[in-house]
């Protein structure tokens, strides 16, 4: 699963992505929730290539941030902004079906 740090906010691919792969070339029209609960690498095909993704519920997230000894301050799923989808209303109500992001942002305590 993809993730970084940028100063106090966290990244990380959304569960939905990372829990069940279709195995389909062409644009997802469904997002199956599968296996959320088993956790760790899955390989996909993404980009033109075999990539690792580590799964991890949103609870895990929020877990590792409250463990590192941070407060969560606020959580954003990041939903797509129609300004960036050059008037293709298809692939916008598509991208609006789940979240593709998750950002965690948390205080030092």
Avoid at 28 to 49: H, M
Avoid at 72 to 82: F, N, Y
């Amino acid at each position: 699963m993809s993730f970084a740090w940028w100063a106090d906010c966290f990244f990380g691919c959304s569960s939905r992505l990372s829990s069940y792969d279709a195995g389909t070339r062409e644009p997802r029209t469904n997002w199956i929730v599968d296996d959320y609960f088993l956790k760790g690498p899955r390989q996909r095909n993404w980009l033109g290539g075999s990539v690792t993704w580590f799964h991890r519920t949103v609870e895990d997230y929020v877990d590792a941030l409250v463990n590192a000894g941070f407060a969560l301050s606020a959580l954003r799923e990041c939903a797509p902004r129609e300004e960036r989808f050059d008037g293709d209303l298809a692939e916008l109500a598509r991208r609006r079906r789940v979240p593709l992001f998750l950002l965690l942002s948390g205080t030092r305590i």
